[in-house]
T-cell receptor, first 113, second 113 residues
Framework: GAVVSQHPSWVICKSGTSVKIECRSL??????MFWYRQFPKQSLMLMAT?????????EQGVEKDKFLINHASLTLSTLTVTSAHPEDSSFYIC?????????FGPGTRLTVT | AQSVAQPEDQVNVAEGNPLTVKCTYS??????LFWYVQYPNRGLQFLLK??????LVKGSYGFEAEFNKSQTSFHLKKPSALVSDSALYFC???????????FGAGTTVTVRA
């Protein structure tokens, strides 16, 4: 089956620093990639939709200058949390779409101290 | 706007008993419906989907779901639950013209031995 990886699986950073999270589709090319955020015991909130070679589309309330998304190829999208603050601590999950299917990555746990 | 409601935060059943996790949805046009399962600190695993065709959909690990258009429901079922089915379950919906998924709040299933 289709596999999506995320790196790192967890990261701890200091307040004010930036963190990059990678999302890769390992055995398929993804038309679109999505970035979600999940707080403990809560649902997934869509942050942005990313298409290769074009600017990401952000959901209402998501700061595009804070959450930078780059979609360099059909197999790689990156999310950079800039000037991270403790309130950015969360579980970030990406998914990759091909056809009608979305395949989810294992998630990245970000803790900002 | 599209939305999903999972009315139960928690479902507790004994091993070997039937398991039902409820989901109702709202979407414009024909719905694309999905069920995912999430284990602690992991990404989402796909269980099954309904796009068109037979209202009873069979998926992974013995799960099935029934699409009911008149009740706008898509309840997840398993005839005989296992302890290993204990996890967080999400129902999701999207419209036929939009690949963005909207997730329910999730239902925590606990299967006791």
């Amino acid at each position: 089956g289709a596999v999506v990886s995320q790196h790192p699986s967890w990261v701890i950073c200091k307040s004010g620093t930036s963190v990059k999270i990678e999302c890769r589709s390992l055995d398929f090319q993804a038309t679109t990639m999505f970035w979600y955020r999940q707080f403990p015991k809560q649902s997934l909130m869509l942050m942005a939709t990313s298409n290769e070679g074009s600017k990401a589309t952000y959901e209402q309330g998501v700061e595009k200058d804070k959450f930078l998304i780059n979609h360099a190829s059909l197999t790689l999208s990156t999310l950079t949390v800039t000037s991270a603050h403790p309130e950015d601590s969360s579980f970030y999950i990406c998914s990759a779409r091909v056809g009608n299917e979305q395949y989810f990555g294992p998630g990245t746990r970000l803790t900002v101290t | 706007a599209q939305s999903v409601a999972q009315p139960e935060d928690q479902v507790n059943v004994a091993e070997g008993n039937p398991l039902t996790v409820k989901c109702t949805y709202s979407v414009s046009g024909n719905p694309y419906l999905f069920w995912y399962v999430q284990y602690p600190n992991r990404g989402l695993q796909f269980l099954l989907k309904y796009i068109t065709g037979d209202n009873l959909v069979k998926g992974s690990y013995g799960f099935e779901a029934e699409f009911n258009k008149s009740q706008t429901s898509f309840h997840l079922k398993k005839p005989s639950a296992l302890v290993s089915d204990s996890a967080l379950y999400f129902c999701a919906v999207r419209g036929s013209n939009d690949y963005k998924l909207s997730f329910g709040a999730g239902t925590t299933v606990t299967v006791r031995a």
